[in-house]
């Protein structure tokens, strides 16, 4: 069975980092794009970055250079480190895989597994 779990959300200044986890079981075969979404109140959920299985990575311009999306394969969990975080990064972050993938992309649709999500708050 397919299953996608977050973790590592929390609270913290602005200024600060968080690393997110996504522990990933099932997903038998290789070919998979893994990314991180995230979702205000109020808000569209937006693709924040993604990973192919090559390695190529897709960032969003507002987290570019702040954020870094990795993947272990050797635990095939996905990380998703962010730094200097603000207030506007607040939000329910959550991790998605895609089968049969090669170019990393960032749009929901595109994703048919998701995880629970882990809430992010930033405080200025």
């Known amino acids: 069975q397919n299953r996608l779990v977050e973790y590592g959300g929390g609270s913290v200044q602005a200024g600060g980092s968080l690393t997110l986890g996504c522990e990933v079981s099932g997903f038998v075969g290789t070919y998979y794009c893994w990314s991180w979404f995230r979702q205000a109140p109020g808000k569209k959920r937006e693709g924040v970055a993604a990973i192919a299985n090559e390695g190529n990575t897709n960032y969003a311009a507002s987290v570019q250079g702040r954020f870094t999306i990795s993947r272990d394969n050797a635990t095939r969990s996905v990380y998703l480190q962010m730094n200097s975080l603000t207030p506007e990064d607040t939000a329910m972050y959550y991790c998605?895989?895609?089968?049969?993938?090669?170019?990393?992309?960032?749009?929901?649709?595109?994703?048919?597994?998701w995880g629970q999500g882990t809430q992010v708050t930033v405080s200025s």
């Open positions: 998605a895989a895609k089968p049969g993938c090669w170019w990393a992309p960032r749009v929901e649709s595109q994703y048919p597994y």
